[in-house]
Nanobody, 125 residues
Framework: QVQLVESGGGSVQSGGSLRLSCAVSGYTSGTTCMAWFRQAPGKERETVAAILRNSGTNYANSVRGRFTISQDNAKNTLSLQMNTLKPEDTAMYYC???????????????????WGQGTQVTVSS
């Protein structure tokens, strides 16, 4: 089992920045990929960014160049640095972990077995 707890959400004006963190505990050595997803009211969940162990990162086109995903294995923490935020970035953001990921499935929600409770990000214009 893997437990995930997100933090760092909040309200910010358009153009501002936020940094989300996800504390990871439990069977962390078994995870091969981690990701951030988001879901806005009335919309489907979408992938934001993901990281595959020893391979690299991938991003949704809507956030590429503005968001950066990173992982600190020593601290068991996953982070998402969000810059130049836009009102359309407003959503609940979720941290997720998977144990059987590949590069081609990295951005697919089905690759992830463990999910956090989410942290709200609100961007005002």
């Amino acid at each position: 089992q893997v437990q995930l707890v997100e933090s760092g959400g909040g309200s910010v004006q358009s153009g501002g920045s936020l940094r989300l963190s996800c504390a990871v505990s439990g069977y962390t050595s078994g995870t091969t990929c981690m990701a951030w997803f988001r879901q806005a009211p009335g919309k489907e969940r979408e992938t934001v960014a993901a990281i595959l162990r020893n391979s690299g990162t991938n991003y949704a086109n809507s956030v590429r160049g503005r968001f950066t995903i990173s992982q600190d294995n020593a601290k068991n923490t996953l982070s998402l640095q969000m810059n130049t935020l836009k009102p359309e970035d407003t959503a609940m953001y979720y941290c997720a972990a998977g144990q059987a990921c590949s590069w081609w499935s990295l951005l697919r929600a089905a690759s992830y077995s463990y999910w956090g409770q989410g942290t709200q990000v609100t961007v005002s214009s």
